[in-house]
């Protein structure tokens, strides 16, 4: 029977605009993966299917640490940005950063309708810079970043972490999205050298995810929790 609560134990390493607390379930020993949802918070079909996945570990996976939402201001206020309207998918302090709006679909098949800030500086949302500190606290290998609706995996690499990703979602995968992405959290992990993947979940409701991808998630984690860095 699946759990109706998570047994994996929860720290903060953060407080978002509006004072939630940005919750992480750490590794129990030296992190390999980090794996987080819920960066935009009109994509909280996300953290509805990794949280799903983890009701079947009953603690804290040995080096894969998780978040399941990064953007709670955003999930709570239904909003792609956080409570200041910031796009935190384009305020990580790349070298690309921008100061001008940032245009995104409402919907796949519109036109970029809907205008969003990048911030007042890089870096300047209290949700990118916990990110940044728990990065360089727990030091992962690799992240995987969770997305939708485009059904899709984007990293620069075809690596074995992108091949087993598309072994549970079965998406294609691309080098590029296709579009500009200044400030974006994977141009801020490439220049650092950290691997990061981009899940773009397909375009379906919370349960479909589930049911089509919840049992190779559950799969993926656990092999993942069963090696060590
Ligand atoms: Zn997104």
Known sequence: MLSGTLHLKSTAYGTSVLGSPLLYFPCKSQCDLLVMAGIHGEEPETTFLLSRALRVFDGNLESTAFVLCANPD??????RGNANGVDLNRNFPT????????????????????????GSAPASEPEVNAIIGLIEQIRPRAVVSLHSPIGCIDAPEETELVKSLQAVFNVPYVKDIGYKTPGSFGTWCKERNLECVTVELPRLAPELLYERYGKGL???????SLSKP
């Open 95 to 118: 070298e690309n950063w921008n100061a001008a709006p940032v245009r995104s679909r409402s919907i796949l098949e519109a036109e970029r309708d809907m205008e969003l800030s990048t």
């Open 74 to 79: 955003g999930v709570t206020l239904g909003t």
């Open 218 to 224: 559950v799969e993926f984690l656990k092999l993942k």
